[in-house]
């Protein structure tokens, strides 16, 4: 028997997201499916996104990528996070694409795709500003070795941008230049990559310069804007909604007191509602006696601390609270909305965490279209 907890993903929203997307490009879309889809789940929503004519699609991990190539043998899928050496074996066999950032990961790549008499293909991938992982702009001679290595084929170069999602791209507009003067530099050097991608879903409704010939749409795809400042009027539909039902209603008196550490205390005679879910299913402990749900189309506070597996909140003024009643905790009901990005500003995040913080306890429940909810 299905929990009463449980979050609706709206295939048919995904889609129309995706299309709005692609509207703002001339350049193949890779979708960014990592995180189990950003918690939305990978084998629907690449199976939808390869109706809407993706091709390509990247992950963090070589699991996720594996998961893919069970479900989906012929697509191509490419791991746009760190991967350990020991995990080049299966790279090669599953012709899953890697990032390279390191000398030692060609090699030891190579060395693999020797052993199988194959030719693996790579993405380079360069720090311009971001900081994390990359050869930086000034690695022309490392990446350079990289094209003596025996039975690789590097088709593609990437960066990734920290500030695409701000108004004012100068920092933005810098990485570029320094991405574009290294892919000059290799190119008279030899070195001609039919691949560039540096664009994620700010950069693309924003950044038009950066597209190249791919570009990485995430939150966007999910109906989620990039930023407060990025993307909030493009017409984005938030494709998960996350719902509960009441367990449990009743009455306390005046002074009464509701969960751990009695940190909420009725100052008029309450009406309590409980919903069986809590930090175990995503839903922060931050948010206790402070956050809201819809229940009956109307906005209810959460009061007293949030449980492992219970919330309560605070129904006095809804009026025939019942057992049974669904409670929206992300999505619509009536004229009301609670998104992940309020959510998130609730909880001083950003909305990604959210979405990818919803536990795999969770059920995920898959609409077609609006008409299935």
């Not at 709005?20 to 995180?35: C, F």
């Amino acid at each position: 028997m299905e929990r009463q907890v449980w979050a609706e993903v709206n295939l048919q929203a995904l889609k129309e997201n995706y299309y709005k997307l692609q509207a703002y490009t001339q350049s193949e879309m890779m979708p960014i499916v990592k995180a189990d889809a950003y918690g939305h789940g990978i084998v629907p929503v690449v199976k939808t996104l390869l109706e809407c004519g993706a091709k390509r699609f990247g992950v963090a991990l070589l699991q996720e990528a594996l998961e893919l190539k069970t479900e989906f043998p012929q697509i191509n899928v490419m791991i746009i996070g760190a991967s350990e050496i020991d995990q080049w074996d299966s790279v090669v066999r599953e012709d899953i694409v890697p990032s390279i950032f390191q000398l030692s990961q060609a090699r030891a790549l190579s060395e693999a795709a020797v052993k199988f008499g194959r030719t693996a293909r790579l993405h380079i991938k360069i720090d311009t500003g971001m900081g994390r992982i990359g050869f930086r702009d000034t690695d022309v001679s490392e990446i350079m070795k990289i094209t003596t290595l025996p039975n690789l084929f590097i088709e593609g170069i990437f960066t990734h941008f920290a500030t695409s999602d701000q108004r004012d791209l100068t920092f933005a507009r810098q990485q570029l230049k320094r991405f574009q003067v290294l892919c000059d530099k290799l190119k008279k050097a030899g070195l001609k990559i039919p691949i560039r991608h540096a664009a994620n879903s700010a950069a693309i409704i924003q950044f038009p310069e950066s597209h190249f010939e791919l570009v990485r749409p995430g939150i966007g795809l999910y109906g989620l804007a990039p930023s407060p400042q990025v993307g909030c009027n493009i017409g984005l539909e938030p494709v998960m909604s996350w719902k509960a039902k009441v367990a449990h209603v009743k009455k306390i008196k005046t002074g009464e007191t509701v969960s751990y550490g009695r940190t909420f205390q009725a100052a008029y005679p309450t009406t309590v509602a409980t919903i069986p879910l809590g930090y175990a299913d995503g839903l922060r402990r931050a948010l206790s006696n402070y956050g809201e749900m819809l229940v009956h189309g109307r906005r209810s506070t959460i009061i007293g601390r949030i449980c492992m597996d219970q919330t309560m909140l605070e129904v006095t003024k809804i009026p025939g609270v019942h057992i049974g009643d669904v409670v929206t905790i992300l999505g619509k009901d009536g004229y009301e909305q609670i998104t992940a990005t309020e959510m998130a500003e609730w909880l001083g995040t950003i909305s990604y965490e959210v979405i990818c913080g919803i536990s795999k306890r969770v059920p995920r429940i898959y609409l077609a279209s609006a008409k299935d909810e």
